[in-house]
């Protein structure tokens, strides 16, 4: 299919909620990848009456091999991941504990939010869909469902002050002048 198809049906089928195509940019970057690696290949161009001239693409024969160890590999062995929000967490003490503990709940606010987005599509795309084609959906939703857990135990420490922390406090846990 062209790559506008493409995007479009992976919105329709709720898979941007895994795969970023918010861009079609990116998209057909990743296609010129896969072109020149020769994992797809032109199919076919042609023109519909008030659109674009589309390129149309296949799978190759080897772009289904790589495809198939790629997803091995994905499954079986975990990746380095580096996601934003680990890494905001350890720099936690640049903020008041009082301003850490607002912008927690503001994100708990939008986890609650996400996670009844989660359960409308699961509702929508369940209708008469095998669970094997909702599998990733239950992943994200319960890797939020854990994510929410953390962020409101670390609220209420904070609130009650079982986690708290001052300039002075973090002063300490740096390491001196060694001059």
Known sequence: MHPYRMQQLIKER???QVINVRRRAGLYQTISQLLKAGLIRVQATGR???FPERTIYELT???HRTAIDWMRQMISTPGDEFPEFPAAISLLPLLTPEDARHQLELREAALVGRIA???RAIREYAQG???L???EEELVRAALDAELSWVRGVIADLASGA???NDDWIRGFLPGDEE
């Open 163 to 165: 986690l708290t922390w």
């Open 129 to 131: 869909l095998p669970r």
């Open 61 to 63: 024969a080897e772009g």
């Open 14 to 16: 709720g898979k941007d």
């Open 133 to 135: 084609f909702l599998l």
């Open 48 to 50: 519909a009456e008030g």
């Open 117 to 119: 987005e989660i359960d």
